[in-house]
């Protein structure tokens, strides 16, 4: 129990930090999303049903949060969850956390959701799909890859002592 009050205090915060700061490290309107990192976290940690659970309450979070497309993200976010709670191992959630794995979980992962968030976000716009997916989608995904770095460090760090 006392880990979910975590996960939900964890959640909050990377929900402020997702709407209100990531813009000013954005390049040319593209962002990292902090929010799939977590997912990702989650999946491997906790294995598929928890890890599509908290995706679509992350995902209905911050619907309600950002006022956009509500059910959108819920959607996309829940396929995350789903998506990376295949890669769960619980012996070797350590050694994924902390090597390479954990970036091209979080690369596929993103990938997977910024695909499906396209392909129904540009229906009926003037903004094509594969425009949209190979443009906006995988440069987000590229640099929300980037961006996990960071936690793999820290992983791999506090996993060698």
């Known amino acids: 129990m006392l880990h979910v009050v975590k996960y939900i205090i964890v959640l909050f915060l990377l929900i402020v930090i997702q709407t209100q700061i990531v813009r000013l ?7 990292p999303d ?43 976010k829940t396929a995350s969850g789903f998506v990376a709670g295949y890669f769960y191992n619980e012996n070797k959630v350590q050694l994924t956390l902390s090597s390479y794995r954990f970036i091209l979980i979080v690369l596929i992962v993103s990938l997977v959701h910024n695909t499906l968030y396209f392909i129904i976000f540009t229906r009926g716009s003037e903004i094509g799909l594969f425009q949209a997916v190979f443009t906006v989608g995988l440069a987000a995904t590229l640099y929300t890859a980037m961006i996990s770095l960071l936690p793999m460090v820290a992983f791999s760090r506090k996993y060698r002592r």
Do not use: C, M, P, R
């Open 34 to 76: 902090l929010l799939i990192i977590w997912i990702v976290y989650i999946g491997l940690k906790e294995g598929q049903i928890k890890a599509t659970l908290w995706g679509f309450g992350i995902g209905l979070a911050t619907d309600l949060v950002t006022g956009n497309f509500i059910g959108l993200t819920a959607l996309t």
């Open 25 to 31: 490290v954005s390049l040319h309107g593209i962002t």
